[in-house]
């Protein structure tokens, strides 16, 4: 090989200074890049470690929405929703689904009359391609970006008793959940809650055309508004009780509306509910038909990531969904990793027990 | 080429060099994309996938060409120990080239994840749903990346000591274009 002579022995010193001038410069630069120097960015680290009660989260589960229960059932389209999206989940047919109706609480055993929020984790599979969602019962959300979300769990977990003061001065969206909160009655069924997208998405049609949709999964069933106190006297499991019996009585339905913004409504900002009157299409019904315990049940190990979407179905411009892709991917990775501590002996739920195989 | 020549072909500098810059840049957007809950962790995401695997085909791609035609020889000067040491080296790094991106999909099918590139490209699952599993290729991920990270530096670092040191030919053998030596008589 081509040889030439060796360099002198300063400009060998001056060469090797050179050399780890640009190891060092490469590993700052990785370094900076993964956040490593940069303890004040919000990382999914971060975010989702904001999310555990004073006692640290519970291993092995979801690290919010953590007690459920799950479901399998279909998406009945009527092909209405085709109007607004050329995903195949809007031509007229009835697709697979995968779901999860959930309590928004980072505890398993959180009794249910101390939640507030409900969620409704769901997957649809329609032409190969896969539509995850999750929703959660309330109108809005309580805050209007992520950062803002972060600065509640800060605030509601600090020491400091004026922290949450401080917090609702600074985000005066917040006083609106908390009006909805403390006034929305509790429902005695999963089967009677309404669950919203809240994030808007922007739905592609057939001719090209985006639409920024949100949408709704609107219970069929009767409405029974408890006050809180009779909702507690139900008991802290009566909600996976009663829709595992429910459902084995008779299948259980929602139906999907799809709202369409008006020009200059909040696109990015869930805490704003759009005003009323716009244009809506209710594109089918989602069927549950069976109710399975989550520790051996088909969602358990799903993420419902709410960016997983089929073609014709994409992010618009608000700032959630990747926030909460980022999160959900933490919490993921997270309890998988500790599938040695998720309790797949513990007995199951009385009712659910029934569906299940031992 | 045979083991007289003493440059890898064209085809070969093209490989390492254009890659060299694909796995760097995957490397850094996958540290900025996990630490990250901005809008752009989506898009940072879709680009970590699809280059990935473009990746992956081109690492294939590479590793025939090298079957075939080969690698300069080390200079015989070169102490036994370093040879090893480099072609140890060049073998961690054909396996992380193809490694690494067949443990991100892996991972991702193991999740239960659809696995979605830039043009709406999908791929099939590699392997059936497994939480466990997940986690095992999600670890794999995570430190491989680390240690490919590292011996990239190391690599590089030996390269820079051929170059500007030992002046022995070795860094010429792959570099992108020639250098004043090109054409001058092994001295071996
Ligand atoms: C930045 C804001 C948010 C953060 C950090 C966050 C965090 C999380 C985390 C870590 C999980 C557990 C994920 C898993 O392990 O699979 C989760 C689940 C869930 N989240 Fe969020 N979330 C946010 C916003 C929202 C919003 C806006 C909604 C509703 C519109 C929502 C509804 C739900 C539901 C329904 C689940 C349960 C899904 C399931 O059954 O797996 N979240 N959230
Ligand atoms: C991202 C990173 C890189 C990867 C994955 C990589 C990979 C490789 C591999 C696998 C080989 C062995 C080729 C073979 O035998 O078929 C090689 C050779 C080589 N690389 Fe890199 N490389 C990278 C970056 C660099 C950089 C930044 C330099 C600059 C100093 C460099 C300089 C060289 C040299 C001089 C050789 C020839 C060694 C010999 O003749 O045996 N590489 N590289
Ligand atoms: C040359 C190939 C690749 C390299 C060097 C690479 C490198 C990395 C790095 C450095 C990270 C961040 C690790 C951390 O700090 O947590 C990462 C994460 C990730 N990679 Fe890759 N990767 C490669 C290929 C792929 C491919 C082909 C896929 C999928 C098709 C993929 C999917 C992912 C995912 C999903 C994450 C995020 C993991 C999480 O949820 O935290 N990677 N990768």
């Known amino acids: 090989m081509a040889q030439s002579p060796p360099p002198t022995s300063r400009a060998a010193i001056g060469s090797l200074v050179l050399i780890a001038g640009v190891v060092a410069a490469a590993a700052g630069a990785f370094a900076y890049t993964g956040g490593f120097l940069s303890p004040e960015r919000l990382t999914p680290p971060k975010l989702v470690g904001a999310l555990a009660p004073p006692g640290g989260p519970a291993l092995g589960h979801r690290r919010n929405h953590a007690k459920g229960i799950c479901f399998t059932g279909s998406f009945?389209?009527?092909g209405q929703g085709a109007a607004l999206s050329k995903a195949q989940v809007f031509a007229k047919g009835d697709y697979p689904v995968v779901g999860r109706f959930n309590l928004g609480t980072p505890d398993p055993n959180a009794p249910d009359a101390t939640v507030r929020v409900r969620g409704l984790g769901l997957q649809i599979t329609a032409g190969g391609q896969v539509w995850r969602a999750a929703m959660i019962d309330p109108p809005f959300f309580p805050v209007a970006t992520p950062d803002a979300f972060y600065a509640l769990l800060e605030a509601s977990h600090?020491?400091?008793?004026?922290?949450?003061?401080?917090?609702i001065a600074g985000h005066p969206e917040f006083a609106t959940f908390a009006g909805w909160a403390g006034s929305a009655p509790f429902m005695a069924s999963y089967a009677q809650d309404a669950f919203n997208s809240l994030n808007a998405f922007l739905f592609t049609d057939a001719a090209g055309a985006t639409h920024a949709v949100r949408w709704s999964y609107r219970p069929q069933a009767q409405?029974?508004?408890?006050?809180?106190?009779?909702?507690?006297?139900?008991g802290p499991n009566h909600l996976e009780t009663e829709i595992a019996e429910r459902v084995a009585g008779a299948p259980q339905r929602w139906t999907l509306v799809l709202t369409v913004a008006d020009p200059g409504d909040p696109t990015a900002d869930p805490s704003k509910a759009w005003p009323e009157g716009r244009r809506s299409v209710e594109a089918g019904t989602l069927v549950v038909d069976k109710v399975e315990d989550e520790r051996d049940g088909p969602c358990?190990?799903?993420?419902?990531?709410p960016t997983l979407l089929p073609d014709g179905i994409a992010v618009s411009d608000d700032p959630f969904p990747a926030a909460r892709s980022a999160a959900y991917a933490r919490s993921y990775n997270l309890r998988t990793a500790e599938w040695k501590d998720y309790p797949y002996q513990a007995p199951a739920s009385p009712a659910a027990g029934s569906t299940v195989q031992p | 080429m045979n083991a007289q020549s003493t440059r890898f072909t064209v085809l070969q500098r093209a490989l390492h060099w254009l890659m060299a810059v694909g796995i760097l840049a995957m490397l850094f957007i996958g540290v900025g994309m996990v630490s990250t809950v901005m809008p752009k962790y989506l898009p940072l995401l879709e680009a970590h996938k699809t280059l990935g695997i473009v990746i992956l085909l081109l690492a294939l791609l590479r590793l025939a060409v090298r079957f075939v035609y080969g690698a300069p020889a080390?200079?015989?000067?070169m102490p036994a120990p370093m040879k090893l040491a480099a072609h140890l080296s060049h073998y961690g790094l054909y396996a992380l080239m193809i490694g690494m991106p067949l443990l991100g999909w892996a991972m991702l099918s193991a999740g239960a994840y659809p696995v979605v590139l830039y043009g709406g490209i999908r791929l099939p699952s590699l392997l059936p749903p497994n939480a466990g599993l997940h986690a095992l290729l999600w670890q794999a991920h995570v430190w491989l990346a680390f240690a490919f990270f590292a011996l990239i530096l190391l690599h590089l670092a030996a390269g820079l000591f051929h170059a500007l040191i030992r002046r022995d030919g070795v860094f010429e053998s792959m570099a992108p274009i020639a250098g004043p030596r090109e054409g001058t008589t092994p001295a071996e």
């Open chain 1, 300 to 305: 358990r190990d799903i993420n419902f990531d």
């Open chain 1, 223 to 234: 409405p029974e508004p408890l006050s809180p106190a009779d909702f507690a006297k139900l």
């Open chain 1, 76 to 78: 009945q389209s009527n």
């Open chain 2, 74 to 77: 080390l200079p015989a000067a």
């Open chain 1, 158 to 167: 600090s020491k400091d008793p004026d922290a949450m003061k401080g917090f």
